[in-house]
């Protein structure tokens, strides 16, 4: 056989007699001693946290969160790197017991958490036993040495204990621990299935509780103790005031904690002093300048006020009582005009703002005057027009002679005046008896021209009189357009 290979055969070999070693260690510790077979008949302590009693310390703190939830006892550590022990207020002082509980673990939390079970807690906190499991379907059995440091009573050191079982349930489902213990020797069952068993002979009775790891969230649908028939039945119910204490290692943790956070209390404490000595030194150092300052001011001050006086005092005494009288009763005087002529600027604001608003109302009085006598000329020239209208058809009716001139004398005369139409009417009658001769017509119908020409004047005059005597609105008005028409249709 080659060295390299022999070599590889020995290695197996010892490889295979340490397992085989560590198996039987294992078989030998499990089920090297027989099964505690006593009947735990009698309950004790039965708990369904269907709502809170004092047989728990229900905790709301920045790392602990212990309340009843729903027929289930909600379980939050906060705290990241430290497990805890919730124990019972219930005094637990039997040597022979049986305790059965339903746990589960969050799903929503990480894989390092786990939840179990902690009995025969010592009252000076020396030792304790465990029972737990966490989300890998791992369970492992520990016991606390003098409070310092835990052995580890299932699996490997390597493996911090932790034992691979197929007992446990899923992670979202309640796992059943039951842990009988007889004089020292302990049974634990996971889900009625038995697991291991081992002797603790250095505890006889001790509290009992939960221990819920680091950054944990569990449930527990029930909690219940149970003894044998022998026990005392003063004991069944038993409220006592045990103590919850922490094991070894959150102890020691928590004192460490306390001294380092009141170490550093301490450093701020004496960094926030030395900052406030040298803010007040500052402060004082301000104070003091500014009161330099604020002295020298007062001090120039002084020295000016001093000037003034002596300046005072020097002109009173160069002025002489009689000027000085006579000036304060011409200052009293003037500030007396001042304040009756600022009286008569304010009776001369509101006269002219009377005027103002009377004038603005005789604006529009004359308005309204000038727009009703100018309607009312309306209406009448158009009742005179209606007037001539029914002449000229009574006219034209009785001389059916001339139709052509009487034609052009109503177009032009239709919206003329009465003595208008009545010169316009002679010029037609002498213009149909007349001889035909140039010189006549001619100087005929200048002076008809003159005439209708004056008449014009005369009713533009007359109309101008019915103003009321109003001189600014007694002006010449334009003659009709149809007016001229007619006066130019007779020129020659």
Do not use: C
């Not at 709301?60 to 430290?82: A, C, H, M, Q, S």
């Not at 902690?118 to 989300?135: C, H, P, T, W, Y």
């Not at 701020?268 to 500052?282: F, T, V």
């Amino acid at each position: 056989m080659r060295p390299i290979q022999h070599k590889l055969w020995n290695t197996l070999l010892r490889f295979g007699f340490l397992l085989t070693m560590v198996f039987f260690s294992n078989f030998f510790v499990g089920y090297g001693q027989q099964k505690i077979s006593i009947s735990y008949d009698k309950p004790m302590l039965k708990e369904d946290f269907n709502e809170e009693n004092k047989n728990w310390n229900y905790q709301t703190t920045y790392e602990n969160f212990f309340v009843v939830d729903k027929g289930d006892l909600f379980l939050n550590r906060i705290n990241p790197t430290n497990p805890y022990a919730f124990l019972s207020n219930w005094e637990n002082p039997l040597t022979t017991f049986q305790i059965r509980s339903a746990l589960k673990l969050s799903p929503d939390q990480g894989k390092d958490q786990t939840i179990g079970l902690i009995f025969l807690v010592q009252k000076d906190g020396s030792g304790a036993v465990v029972m737990e499991f966490n989300r890998n379907k791992e369970y492992r059995i520990k016991q606390l040495i003098n409070g310092k440091f835990y052995k580890y009573l299932s699996g490997e050191k390597e493996s911090q204990g932790w034992v691979k079982s197929g007992f446990l349930t899923s992670k979202d489902e309640y796992n059943e621990l039951d842990v009988q213990v007889n004089e020292g020797q302990m049974d634990f069952y996971i889900n009625k299935k038995f697991v291991n068993s081992f002797n603790v002979e250095s505890f006889k009775s001790g509290g009992l509780g939960f221990i819920i790891g680091a950054n944990t969230k569990a449930k527990i649908d029930f909690f219940n103790v149970y003894g044998t028939s022998t026990a005392d039945d003063t004991l069944q119910n038993l409220n006592g005031t045990y103590v919850n204490k922490l094991h070894g290692e959150e102890l020691i943790a928590k004192q460490g904690k306390d001294i380092d956070s009141l170490k550093r209390e301490i450093r701020a404490a004496n960094q926030r002093y030395i900052n406030y000595q040298k803010e007040r030194d500052q402060e004082f150092l301000r104070m003091k300048n500014s009161l330099d300052t604020y002295i020298r001011q007062n001090d120039s001050l002084e020295v000016k006020v001093r000037k003034l006086n002596f300046l005072e005092d020097e002109m009173l005494l160069g002025i002489d009582s009689d000027v000085l009288l006579t000036l304060t009763t011409e200052l009293r005087e003037q500030i007396k005009r001042n304040q009756a002529l600022e009286a008569e600027v304010e009776g001369y604001k509101d006269s002219i703002y009377y005027i103002n608003k009377k004038f603005q109302e005789l604006k529009v009085k004359l308005l309204n005057s000038v727009i009703d006598k100018r309607s009312t000329e309306i209406k009448s020239q158009e009742q005179a027009l209606k007037e001539i209208k029914k002449e000229l058809q009574k006219q034209s009716a009785k001389e059916p002679s001339n139709p052509a001139s009487l034609s052009k004398e109503e177009s032009g005369t239709a919206n003329s005046s009465p003595e208008i139409q009545t010169a316009i009417d002679s010029e037609n009658s002498s213009n149909t008896g007349a001889p035909e001769k140039s010189d006549l017509n001619n100087s005929s119908k200048t002076d008809k021209r003159t005439k209708i020409k004056e008449l014009t004047l005369n009713s533009e005059a007359a109309g101008s009189k019915t103003t009321n005597g109003d001189t600014s609105l007694n002006k010449i008005k334009p003659i009709p357009s149809k007016v001229r028409k007619a006066v130019k249709g007779n020129r020659p």
